[in-house]
């Protein structure tokens, strides 16, 4: 089994900035994709920001310029360095590893989610 454990989420005011971290623990064979997303109230999860096996990113436009996320494989964690904070970037946010636990077997693993919250 994979078990994520998140954290660095929290209250700021708009413009302030918090860094998201996820670390996997387990039978982890190998990393995939890593990935970020958020759910706000009475909305539906949403991509934040992935990172592939080589460490290209991808962003949603929404965050493009404003968040950075990157990657440590030796400690099999993930992170979402959050600038410019706004108040609609309020959500919980999740991780989302994609990993071997043995050869060829490709499975999704989500974090628990943690809670982000920017004042105005």
């Known amino acids: 089994q994979v078990r994520l454990v998140e954290s660095g989420g929290g209250l700021v005011q708009a413009g302030g900035s918090l860094r998201l971290s996820c670390a996997a623990s387990?039978?982890?064979?190998?990393?995939?994709?890593m990935g970020w997303y958020r759910q706000a109230p009475g909305k539906e999860r949403e991509l934040v920001a992935t990172i592939s096996t080589g460490g290209s990113p991808n962003y949603a436009d929404s965050v493009e310029g404003r968040f950075t996320i990157s990657r440590d494989d030796a400690k099999n964690t993930v992170y979402l360095q959050m600038n410019s904070l706004k108040p609609e970037d309020t959500a919980v946010y999740y991780c989302k590893i994609r990993a071997t636990t043995k050869p060829g077997v490709l499975y999704s693993y989500w974090g628990q989610g943690t809670q982000v919250t920017v004042s105005s």
């Open positions: 387990g039978s982890i064979f190998s990393l995939n994709a």
